[in-house]
DNA sequence: ACCTGAACACCGTTCAAGT
DNA sequence: ACCTGAACACCGTTCAAGT
């Protein structure tokens, strides 16, 4: 009674998926391969293509399912601005740097690759990521009784910023940087950007 | 008369930084491989391991000149804050941008990989880049009448807002917002984050 | 001291053949 | 419909041998 593999996997998909994510996770997305996912995953080589076009396109699968596990997150840490907005956006921008921090193989592979991305289904979930951050801002400004005006712009500074701080640490260029932690660089800049939105509109206001 | 090629190319590890700045010019970090930059160059695969230990120690030398040369262009955009800081600072970031526009497959390389960039070299270099940015944020505050106390911070904060902005224009992540540009976003955000600063400064003062 | 040639392991990808 | 086996081009890397 050994145990055989049957010829058809049954969810391959799902696991070479899980194999990649794991290979995200030891080395970054420069060791992920299709053959050793395969390999792990205990089929050929050439199985996968029938799942996926390129290693490229798995690649992106992987990434789409990182901006919505991502989205989830900070959505989550925001929690609808509770119990203040001062509070919920210090509470997203800290949950946005543990996310970089807790799997750095896969933030990297949302943002690193400058070619690989180009997929609209991959494109759109960044978007959604996006939107969360932009509605957060909004709720922010109306708390503090600021128009909603400018919050796209703001939203995408705010965005900008984050992901500054998160690829600086990841990639270490913040290390040198010993006394300062990259939660506290970001919540003080984060704090500046959304005080100078707010005066702004007040002195506008008269 | 036949053309031929000297058994000893002369100044092959030249030859090869060249080619691969043009490989990564043309596809970015994943194309740079050091069979293809020899091939270019006219020699064997095995030729270019008399002069660099491997593919990612060739990543790192270009990663290390690629900070030089943006260290030279950020200092030369700031130009001693001329003729006032804030144009100045306007100008530098431009400039930064306008490196990682023109440039993406090199700036990715500078930043990019997660884990190649460990080499000490490299390190120095980008740290000296940093140095730039923080004497450029120390003469503004001056110029303003503010205390440089907080210097280093707002240098990492503007480092990394400047960089955001790069990364996610470069991953094409920015295009969605096409009414606004990248400079303009950074402009906007990197004028609120020391207009803040100056007024904290300012206030403490009384 | 610097480079070639041959070799090996590995990877992406294709395709005819198996279940 | 899904997977294997064999094949090809390519890449990183090593090493003995050539100049």
Redesign the pocket.
Known sequence: MTIK?K????A?KEALVDAALELLAEGGPAS?????AAKRVG?????P???FA???DLLNEVARRGFLSFGERIEKAWDEGRPDASTAMWRMCAGYLAFARDEPGLYSAMFGSVATLSAPASAAAADHALEILWRSVVAFLQQRGAPAQGARKLALQVWALAHGVAMLSISGHLDAAKDLDPAHVLDGAIRNLMESAIRRAETARG
Do not use: I, K, Q
Request: net charge positive; hydrophobic share 30%; proline share 0%.
């Open positions: 593999r010829y058809h996997h049954g391959l992920l391969s299709l053959s050793e089929v050929t080589a050439a199985a293509y029938r799942h390129s290693r490229d």
